[in-house]
Every structure is written in structure tokens, then in C-alpha cells.
Nanobody, 118 residues
Framework: VQLVESGGGLVHPGGSLRLSCAAS??????MAWFRQSPGKGREGIAG?????STRYTDSVKGRFTISRDANTLYLQMDNLKPEDTAMYYC??????????????????WGQGTQVTVS
């Protein structure tokens, strides 16, 4: 499995960014976006299952949207806040799962892309 993120950068508060993740796993498996801020652990923020169902952590609900096509995972981020500053990672499950019920199901990571809101 290869995951390659892109689309990070510097944006002002209230701005938008769209992250992309080129994924070699197709759309048969659950996928997710995680982020990690300095001094904090990696947290799951948005997940999508093979049936298209999605889930979000509370801090990004209504602002972030996860989506996918056959080979790419996306994260549309709107109304960005300084607290969204983090390294963002695309993630695939350790086992080949179509539905992921827990953030702990994920264990395959891309290299990350930095998002800075300032």
C-alpha cells in the first residue's frame, strides 16, 4: 500500500485547503485522515468506508469533508482555524477492511503534509 499526500500549505484563518492522497488501494477499503500537532498524539479526524459512509471528529464537523474517487482520497477543509495547524496524514487500515469502526483500525500512513493556519 502506498499513500502520498499533497495540498498542504499556509492559509489565513477562515480560508480553505483541499488535501489529496494518492492511494494504491482503490475504493474497496476504509480510509481516513489523521492529524498530529506538536506535542500531541495523532488523532483521527475524518473517515470514509467503502459504502461511502463518513464520520468526523467533533472539532471538524461542518467544516471538513472527506471524499474519494477510485484512486484518490480528499479532505476539503473550510473555515480553517489556527488550532487546525498540524501535520495531516492519509491512513489505510492494517487489515483490508471495507468498514472501519475505530480509529485504531488504521495503521498504514503516508508521509504527511503540513497545514499551517496563521
Amino acid at each position: 500500500v502506498q499513500l502520498v499526500e499533497s495540498g498542504g500549505g499556509l492559509v489565513h484563518p477562515g480560508g480553505s485547503l483541499r488535501l489529496s492522497c494518492a492511494a494504491s488501494v482503490g475504493s474497496f477499503y476504509c480510509m481516513a485522515w489523521f492529524r498530529q500537532s506538536p506535542g500531541k498524539g495523532r488523532e483521527g479526524i475524518a473517515g470514509i468506508n467503502s459504502d461511502g459512509s463518513t464520520r468526523y471528529t467533533d472539532s471538524v464537523k461542518g467544516r471538513f469533508t472527506i471524499s474519494r474517487d477510485a484512486n484518490t482520497l480528499y479532505l476539503q477543509m473550510d473555515n480553517l482555524k489556527p488550532e487546525d495547524t498540524a501535520m495531516y496524514y492519509c491512513a489505510a487500515p492494517v487489515l483490508f477492511l471495507g468498514t472501519c469502526l475505530s480509529w485504531s483500525d488504521f495503521g498504514v500512513w503516508g508521509q504527511g503534509t503540513q497545514v499551517t493556519v496563521s
